[in-house]
């Protein structure tokens, strides 16, 4: 879908550049179903950004605009917004809930401040809110919790906090709380300004919550007196802190991350979203609060301080592939300032890059900005090295950001254009989509010669070749990646061979007698020369050595490479006239076929060492579904709230294995893995593998 260009807003000027005082960047990460683009969808609304509010079901929403999303009625990827209100700017990231996407959702951290976790009031521990959760604890970031959906049935804002408190050990402090319930969801209550806010309208604290208020008035104030020693100092001497020193020390606290605010609103009926507005504001920090960061210089650790007159620092956290306008790069500007023809350094990269025209991104539409400065989000066309996880920085500069951390890929397939055509556009095609989603990687096994996509979910590769044939107009195949197995023996043997031709002309002489036998697991190929009196010329020993690397390499009794024999050669006779090195080649080649039939041959299958993590409920499912997988289980261990298990497992299964436990653990589960050894594939199982194989070589 190609984006719209919107340059006739505010009187038909350029919009306003903000300071880094005035400027909010926060980010929606949760559940799926949680509400997070209906909620910016309604916060664009009640500011007046947009005329009318869209829907999810609908397809109109302002940040879920690419065809999969309406399509799904679900986000897929992370789309920018902003709202001005009261001469401030507040951006906003949507991020996909659904856990398949945790790309998008990672890219977020570095783009903002605050990253706030959306709840479903009435959902419960959902998945996605336990992984939104579980990025949260690796982070710095101020984060807040805003308890949305609390005009739903079974709504209920304190046992949300209470459940992710029992659940992920992450402590969220009630500071805008809800007036009513469920249909009775009628306003709220700041707890900092002791006022209750109705359509909008700021009023008394009702008569039948003071106590309560005051109850959770007396909590905030506890943990801003826990998150400073000097205010805490105050507190033990006094009782008690003023209204000033609370809201400054909460604001400190929710800048380094100390306390997680909660907030209550309901975006399908707007109740409590001004009242939101006015606390992001108010409470949440600013790019000015956030000013010093970690960077890499020189590829060591500084500390960077950003400024609008500083030096030039950004960093791209989104790339989207429009087919029509190229890619657009969605950027935070850290510091300094861009305008249209700026030459920046794009340190990744190695190379030079010039900014072209800038904008503000509004879902699909992009506003022109003339200028971005620092602590503001932009978007950017036509880079030509530029890509997502670049950082920008000005030129000479050695700074760079530190890249987002990204899973490990769990799911792979084996990917082919469905004709030659498709095949000659698909490289292209999937380089643009990797720039779009960074945990997806392409590979070319040098084993198999298969190109291999990996990525964390097997919906994100469905997505993908579904891009693929809309965007692009490429059908591509996704099947399960072949195995490289290896062929090997368990037995010696001494074999013979004489290759010996004439019909006419001169002949072909070569003959052989070897040595074949095992070596120990992992200790390779090895070639004995133990011919002795010349009864093989040496001229023609490379030739012998030349014929069995060959035929390891295709493989006897499967096509796969044989590892970890010897082959000696010992002795041989030739003929003086029709000897030659191809002679010799063709004899050691049918003598190695020959030889290793005769050694019990089997075929070995890559192992790969698990760490699983579940929650301990599930132990039980887990540990039986990897035993009927042919995988054993080798260590266990207890983590916080989660069991660790250590198995070993056959590729075969790895490939198959991330929806298994993604259906065993209702989606709670993930696990790493790595190559570990090889190890005799199961005589039954060897069987079938050699029968598929000599099927599709016939």
């Not at 050990?169 to 969801?185: K, R, W």
């Not at 009702?206 to 008035?217: G, S």
């Not at 009927?628 to 590729?651: D, H, N």
Request: proline content about 4%; glycine content about 8%; charged content about 25%.
């Amino acid at each position: 879908m190609a984006f719209n260009i919107e340059k006739s807003i505010n009187g038909g000027k350029l919009m306003k550049n903000y300071d880094m005082k005035n400027i909010r960047n926060i980010a929606f990460l949760g559940s799926s179903g949680a509400g997070k683009t209906t909620l910016a969808e309604n916060l664009l609304y009640t500011t007046k950004m947009i005329t009318r509010i869209g829907k999810v079901d609908d397809g109109n929403t302002v940040m879920d605009f690419d065809p999969e999303e309406i399509d799904k009625k679900n986000s897929l990827s992370l789309s920018c917004g902003f709202i001005d209100y009261k001469n401030n700017r507040i951006n906003i990231i949507d991020a996909p809930g659904t856990p398949d996407y945790i790309g998008d959702q990672l890219s977020v951290f570095p783009a903002v401040e605050t990253v706030c976790i959306v709840a479903n009031a009435a959902g419960g521990f959902e998945v996605g809110l336990e992984k939104a959760l579980e990025q949260l604890g690796g982070s710095s970031k101020s984060r807040a919790l805003i308890i949305n959906r609390l005009d739903q049935e079974h709504s209920d804002y304190m046992k949300v906090i209470e459940t992710i408190s029992e659940n992920s050990g992450i402590n969220a402090t009630p500071f805008i709380i809800p007036i009513g319930s469920e249909s009775e969801f009628k306003g709220v209550v700041d707890i900092l300004k002791n006022k209750a806010y109705i359509d909008g309208k700021a009023g008394d604290v009702p008569a039948d919550m003071a106590d309560d208020v005051e109850e959770k008035r007396m909590g905030l104030m506890e943990a801003v007196a826990e998150s400073d020693e000097e205010l805490l100092e105050k507190f033990f001497e006094a009782g008690e802190l003023t209204a000033e020193e609370m809201a400054v020390g909460a604001k400190s606290a929710i800048a380094k991350g100390l306390i997680m605010p909660a907030f209550a609103v309901s975006a399908e009926t707007q109740v409590g979203l001004t009242t939101l507005i006015d606390a992001i504001l108010e409470y949440l920090p600013s790019p000015a609060d956030c000013a010093k960061m970690k960077v890499l210089d020189n590829n060591e650790d500084k500390e960077f301080i950003c400024s609008p007159d500083g030096k030039i620092l950004g960093f791209i956290f989104k790339n989207y592939a429009d087919p029509t306008m190229g890619d657009i790069a969605y950027f935070r500007l850290y510091s300094g300032s861009i305008i249209s023809g700026t030459d920046v350094f794009i340190p990744e990269k190695d190379n030079k890059d010039k900014i072209g025209n800038t904008y503000y991104a509004q879902g699909k539409s992009r506003v022109d900005a003339g200028e971005i400065k620092a602590g503001e989000i932009g978007a950017l066309v036509k880079l030509k090295y530029a890509r997502s996880m670049d950082s920008i920085v000005d030129l000479g500069s050695n700074t760079r950001c530190y890249p987002v951390e990204f899973p490990d890929p769990v799911m792979w397939k084996s990917i082919v254009g469905e004709s030659q055509n498709d095949e000659d556009k698909i490289g292209v095609a999937i380089q643009r989509l990797m720039n779009e989603d960074p945990t997806i990687n392409l590979k070319i096994n040098p084993e198999t010669h298969e190109n291999i996509i990996s990525g964390t979910s097997e919906q994100q590769l469905l997505l993908l070749q579904k891009k693929l044939r809309n965007r692009y107009k490429v059908n591509a195949i996704l099947k399960i990646p072949r195995i490289p197995y290896r062929e090997t023996i368990t037995g010696k043997t001494d074999v013979e061979y004489k290759h010996k031709k004439q019909s006419g002309g001169k002949g072909q002489y070569g003959h052989v007698f070897m040595r074949i036998g095992p070596k120990e697991r992992g200790e390779g190929y090895e070639f004995i020369n133990s011919v002795v009196g010349g009864t093989i010329p040496s001229g023609f020993i490379p030739a012998v050595e030349k014929g069995i690397n060959e035929t390891m390499i295709t493989g006897i009794i499967a096509g796969y490479p044989v590892v970890d024999i010897y082959c000696d050669l010992y002795y041989g006779s030739y003929h003086d006239v029709d000897s030659s090195e191809m002679a010799f080649k063709l004899a050691s080649t049918m003598a190695l076929k020959n030889g290793f039939t005769k050694c019990n041959p089997i075929l070995l299958e890559p192992i790969h060492k698990m760490k699983i993590v579940i929650p301990t409920e599930y132990m039980g499912d887990v540990m039986g579904d990897i035993s009927t997988r042919r995988g054993k289980i080798v260590g266990m261990e207890q983590e916080e709230r989660k069991q660790i298990l250590t198995a070993e497992l056959p590729l075969a299964e790895v490939h198959k294995y991330f929806p298994t436990l993604k259906s065993l653990t209702q989606g709670r589960g993930k696990f790493t893995q790595s190559f570990s050894h090889y190890e005799k594939v199961p005589t039954d199982e060897a069987n079938k593998i050699i029968a598929e194989s000599k099927q599709e070589q016939e």
